[in-house]
């Protein structure tokens, strides 16, 4: 998502509603990060026509700065992985509520063994995994994965060695379809 004045975030859909929330920024030339869920709104309104509506902002904040982080939803709460404000290894989830809006964010106690940026994450049955991205200053093939649990917290990361990506990959996209990873 880009909008005018420079801020980039990661857009994700509420549950049962019509809601995108756009957590975290950057501006366009790589600077001012702020731990708003967007300086210039946290949510809209989207209609069934595709129409949006006007943006809204949060009253919780996400606990420190983030850009090039991943977020994913599962199970009613927004989960915000890695990314930089300097290179960060933290995952933090919010229950999102019915009107879209997003809970207090709680800091995961299962931090990812590695710091992560510029990666992808999707959720596939019961799991959230984290693919490619930045640990250092080079992109990197892992795909680490890990337990999502009924209360929000996620279980411990597991780096599934045997099934690396075929190179490296970073500032990438990843999405799930039919039981398949793209």
């Given at each position: 998502i880009y909008q005018s004045g420079g801020s980039i975030g990661i857009g994700t859909t509420a549950p049962g509603g019509y809601k995108l929330?756009?957590?975290?920024?950057?501006?366009?030339?790589?600077?001012?990060?702020?731990?708003?869920?967007?300086?210039?709104?946290?949510?809209?309104?989207?209609?069934?026509?595709?129409?949006?509506?006007?943006?809204?902002n949060s009253t919780n904040l996400l606990?420190?700065?983030?850009?090039?982080?991943?977020?994913?939803?599962?199970?009613?709460?927004?989960?915000?992985?890695?990314?930089?404000s300097g290179p960060q290894s933290t995952v933090y989830y919010a229950k999102l509520n019915a009107d879209g809006s997003t809970g207090s964010w709680t800091n995961s106690?299962?931090?990812?063994?590695?710091?992560?940026?510029?990666?992808?994450?999707?959720?596939?049955?019961?799991?959230?995994?984290?693919?490619?991205?930045?640990?250092?200053?080079?992109?990197?093939?892992?795909v680490w994965y890990a337990k999502l649990n009924a209360d929000g917290s996620t279980g411990s990361w597991t780096n599934q060695t045997a099934n690396i990506l075929p190179e490296e990959r970073g500032a990438h996209s990843s999405v799930v379809a039919n039981g398949y990873v793209y």
């Amino acid at each position: 998502i880009y909008q005018s004045g420079g801020s980039i975030g990661i857009g994700t859909t509420a549950p049962g509603g019509y809601k995108l929330n756009v957590i975290g920024s950057i501006n366009a030339s790589g600077i001012n990060l702020n731990n708003t869920v967007q300086g210039s709104g946290s949510m809209l309104n989207v209609s069934s026509d595709g129409s949006i509506g006007s943006w809204t902002n949060s009253t919780n904040l996400l606990p420190t700065a983030r850009s090039a982080h991943s977020s994913v939803v599962a199970n009613g709460y927004v989960y915000v992985i890695g990314g930089y404000s300097g290179p960060q290894s933290t995952v933090y989830y919010a229950k999102l509520n019915a009107d879209g809006s997003t809970g207090s964010w709680t800091n995961s106690t299962n931090l990812l063994p590695t710091v992560k940026g510029i990666h992808s994450s999707v959720v596939a049955n019961g799991y959230v995994y984290v693919i490619g991205g930045s640990s250092d200053v080079a992109n990197r093939p892992s795909v680490w994965y890990a337990k999502l649990n009924a209360d929000g917290s996620t279980g411990s990361w597991t780096n599934q060695t045997a099934n690396i990506l075929p190179e490296e990959r970073g500032a990438h996209s990843s999405v799930v379809a039919n039981g398949y990873v793209y």
